[in-house]
């Protein structure tokens, strides 16, 4: 739009010099608030990141006992782990399906259907997470107790299988773009030599689109490790290192949401949740760039 | 058309500001606009997640005591209660702990005012347990092997029973989160202050949480205040040690003191109460406001 | 030459597994919305009423209805909206209509991105760090509308674009032909001619809003606090509030012995009020398709 630029700002009338100095300002809003965000949880919690906290413990030991009257520690493994094993776990549930979906709303369904679908997909996606929590605490866990005849119903299976739906709808609208990405002539070439529509997807789409499927996974596993309330109902918030799907687990966020209600500010163990917190913000940080990346990469080529 | 939609925007933005708008600023609770009187008062009571639910009774019946004040609750656990008392943001702080002589201090230093300590009734923790689980009564150094740190009791053989309702035999520690009076003050009743929990049990949000998780699961072990109770948990008697006898966590056993688990409930206001803070507080400790105590389970404070 | 080999049938046959699996499995993607609404109907229709929603929770918040937390959800959204409204859409335009393709626009796109992709849990860190501590804002309705507007931002920004970049080049050349200035192109021509595009997002940020439970969790929501039943100005900003998916989570969690049916009740309405408005969005972006002059 460099058109745009061909008007002189000399004689711009001073009303709009404001309304484009505001307009501006809007505009490097985001770079603003991604680096806001950055400084105030980075502020609440360096004073004890840089003084006072074991990183090697922090990282490696399952030991988290922050309110401890003579012994504090923080070690925060057994949380990371949760929060990995179980956006693990529903990525394997979410994946299958968002793929599947994806191919089949962009590559067999007739227009009028594949709007149906995404409408449906879309309002998937607008259930508020305290709601998903809510299923996984009453429905999901009876569920669970009686089909695998566990103990106890909030599971990282619980957690996973709430985590999977709320990140499928993330899954299959960037995959969908994906494939949409894909020029037709691949398709009417590979047609042309006589490949079933399977073939097509198998052979020439799914190659071709390989890179935004895999974006798509990424975004969908970057809103799963970020989700908070479900898991926080969901998986049995126990400080564990899973040994299965039907071991109870505790994440980073549910841990900040838990426990952040009760702690004096500036305190160590406040610190160490802003921490965590810095931790997450990185994680998803650069889970998305390396998304934007793979995106970008294929628009590109 | 367009034009239609864009007026719909306007008007949108108008209600909202006028939403906003017509909230007066000055920090008075517009509720004044209802109820007639010129000067209304909004107290702000935060704190301890065992109080939260008497606290909210006891506000929810002050507005039909009061015309001129109503009450803001807010859970969170003791902790936040005591750290909104120091930066001075609560009116009343509900605590489920004695105040620490350091945070005693920091407040003072901070606000100027002195806390003032109220206790507003009792609460008696009582061990939960699935009806089907054959166990009526266990001890406190048994309860530490199962809940403290290097503690030998996993097992419900351990405790020499057989509970056929739970056929792995691992006995399920329901907790709750690390910061909670409640788990701050059975840690301190079973461990003393120099051990800590086994960590791998189930931290749970609320006390009726754990209460309900328990109803759901013959293999767990839980603790929660006695007015959570169910018809879908039941409650162990208790003793100090072997020898001693042991009591259930009744109204009599915990007024007569020979309940081993029980513990006052704390308000704490900044400074000597006065005006609707101190007729709230007042209010709270007649016979009205004591009933509520009763209600909700807990143990009421006149009667001792 | 056409006649059917066995490799045909048997790609013929692939064929139909393949279609027919892959319609099941987006099939299943329905099963789980529509179990939840049922689910949540079945177990709160004994509750549901018009008393349930304008009476404030009663008897220690196990009965009663959800006027408290409902108007409190309505203040956050309204509050949050009038911030993320305005800087949303300008930050749209700027990107479409001002900023040239360089390394700074991929830059403030990847933060955009960046910015949806933040986990709530650390909005509400940021929430607590800058409004409610360092901006001195308290716990209030302020500060949890505030951090719930940063939040909502990307999903502004991102239908904006969307909206603006239907606007066809040669409307905008033709208005700049008159003599008009940017400003004036943008005002008179581009954004009328996508404002069903801008609210279609606007109100997308409503239901996005309405739903977050961890950003005001600590920057402005109460577990329990008395309103006038009816007075639509109950509440002050500059004070906290109760809020639906909160009131949701402590009633599940916290308050024992609720009346069956009244925690799903107010997951439905929860819900309910989520996807309404998400469907008049999708009814807003079909008749916006349909209008399409060009």
């Known amino acids: ?301 | 058309m367009k034009k239609t939609v864009i007026v719909c925007f306007v008007s949108v933005l108008v209600c909202g500001c006028v939403v906003i708008g017509c909230s007066p600023p000055d920090g008075h609770n517009s509720n004044n606009v209802a109820t007639k009187n010129s000067v209304h008062v909004t107290i702000k009571n935060k704190g301890s997640d065992t109080i939260v639910n008497l606290a909210q009774a006891w506000a929810e019946k002050y507005t039909s005591v009061s015309r001129t004040a109503s009450v803001e609750v807010s859970g969170g656990g003791s902790g936040t209660g005591v750290a909104a008392l120091i930066n001075g943001t609560v009116d009343i702080a509900n605590c489920s702990r004695q105040i620490k002589p350091k945070e005693l201090e920091q407040a003072t230093q901070n606000t100027g005012k002195v806390p003032q300590e109220f206790i507003v009734g009792y609460d008696a923790l009582a061990v939960y347990v699935h009806p089907d689980t054959p166990i009526d009564k266990i001890t406190i150094p048994q309860l530490a092997e199962i809940y403290g740190e290097g503690g030998k009791i996993t097992k419900w053989s351990h405790l020499g029973i057989q509970n056929s309702a739970c056929p792995s035999d691992e006995i399920i520690r329901i907790s709750r989160q690390s910061n909670s009076g409640t788990y701050f003050y059975f840690r301190e009743a079973l461990l003393g202050e120099n051990r800590d929990f086994r960590i791998g049990s189930l931290d749970l949000h609320g006390s009726k949480d754990v209460v309900e998780v328990i109803g759901r699961t013959p293999c767990a072990i839980g603790y929660s205040g006695m007015g959570y109770a169910t018809s879908h948990v039941k409650m162990l008697a208790i003793a100090t040690d072997e020898d001693a006898s042991y009591y259930a966590p009744t109204l009599e056993n915990v007024l007569a003191k020979s309940y081993p688990i029980a513990r006052p409930l704390y308000m704490y206001s900044l400074g000597e109460p006065v005006g609707e803070i101190k007729a709230y507080l007042d209010w709270i400790l007649s016979t009205e406001g004591q009933k509520i105590v009763q209600k909700l389970g807990f143990v009421p404070v006149e009667n001792n | 030459m056409f006649t059917e080999t066995p490799i045909d049938r048997r790609k013929q046959l692939t064929e139909r597994v393949v279609r027919i699996f892959l319609l099941v499995v987006t099939s299943v993607m329905i099963i789980p919305l529509l179990l939840i609404i049922g689910y949540l109907l079945y177990k709160a229709i004994p509750v549901l009423s018009f008393e349930f929603l304008f009476s404030n929770p009663r008897d220690n918040m196990r009965a009663g209805g959800i006027w408290a937390p409902f108007l409190g959800t309505i203040y956050l959204v309204v509050v949050s909206l009038l911030v993320s409204a305005p800087i949303g859409v300008f930050a749209a335009v700027y990107l479409n209509e001002y900023a040239r393709e360089s390394w700074f626009t991929r830059v403030t796109n990847l933060a955009v991105v960046n910015l949806a992709g933040v986990p709530s849990i650390v909005h509400a860190l940021f929430g607590v760090g800058a409004f409610v501590l360092f901006a001195g804002l308290g716990e209030s309705i302020l500060a949890a509308s505030l951090t719930l507007a940063i939040m909502t931002l990307p999903v502004i920004i991102a239908s904006t674009t969307e909206a603006l970049k239907a606007v066809p080049m040669s409307f905008r050349e033709a208005c700049w032909n008159l003599g008009a200035t940017r400003w004036q192109t943008i005002r008179r021509i581009v954004i009328p001619n996508s404002i069903s595009g801008i609210l279609t997002g606007v109100i997308l940020q409503v239901s996005r809003a309405a739903g977050e439970t961890a950003p005001i969790m600590f920057t402005g929501a109460v577990f329990y606090k008395t309103i006038a039943e009816g007075n639509l100005f109950a509440y002050n900003i500059t004070e906290q509030c109760m809020a639906l998916s909160l009131h949701l989570f402590t009633i599940s969690t916290q308050v024992p012995d609720v009346t069956e049916g009244t925690p799903h009740g107010t997951a439905i309405v929860l819900v309910g009020s989520v996807l309404l408005v998400n469907a008049a969005a999708i009814v807003l972006r079909v008749y916006l398709r349909t209008r399409k002059k060009w």
């Not at chain 1, 001073?14 to 490097?28: A, K």
């Open chain 1, 1 to 301: 739009m460099n058109i745009l630029r061909k008007k002189s700002k000399a004689n711009l009338p001073f009303s709009e010099t404001v309304i484009e100095l505001f307009i501006r300002l809007c505009g490097i809003s985001s770079i603003i608030f991604v680096f806001g965000i950055f400084f105030f949880v980075f502020r609440e919690g360096a004073g004890f990141l840089f003084n006072g906290l074991n990183l090697t413990e922090f990282l490696t030991s399952v030991e988290w006992q922050p309110t401890s009257l003579n012994n504090k520690r923080y070690g925060a493994f057994a949380l990371i782990v949760g929060t990995f094993s179980v956006t693990a776990l529903a990525m394997c549930i979410a994946v299958p399906f968002g793929l599947g979906a994806a191919i089949f709303v962009s590559e067999f369904c007739s227009p009028k259907l594949r709007e149906t679908f995404k409408i449906v997909i879309e309002l998937l996606a607008a259930i508020p997470s305290v709601v998903w929590g809510f299923i996984g605490l009453t429905l999901m866990n009876q569920l669970i107790i009686q089909v695998f005849n566990a103990p106890i119903g909030l599971t990282m299976l619980n957690g996973g299988i709430m985590l999977a739906l709320m990140s499928v709808p993330i899954i299959v609208s960037i995959a969908e773009d994906a494939l949409k990405a894909v020029p037709d002539s691949y398709r009417e070439a590979a047609e042309a030599l006589g490949a079933t529509r399977w073939q097509v997807i198998y052979r020439v789409l799914l190659p071709a689109a390989k890179n935004g499927l895999l974006a798509a996974v990424l975004l969908g596993a970057a809103r799963s490790i970020g989700e908070t309330m479900a898991v926080l109902m969901a998986t049995g918030h126990s400080v564990n290192i899973p040994s299965g799907p039907l071991s109870w687990i505790r994440t980073l966020t549910a841990t900040i949401a838990a426990e952040l209600g009760e702690v004096a500010r500036g305190d160590e163990h406040y610190q160490v949740l802003f921490i965590i917190g810095i931790l997450l913000f990185t994680i998803t940080f650069v889970v998305n760039l390396i998304a934007d990346l793979v995106i970008k990469g294929i628009r590109q080529e």
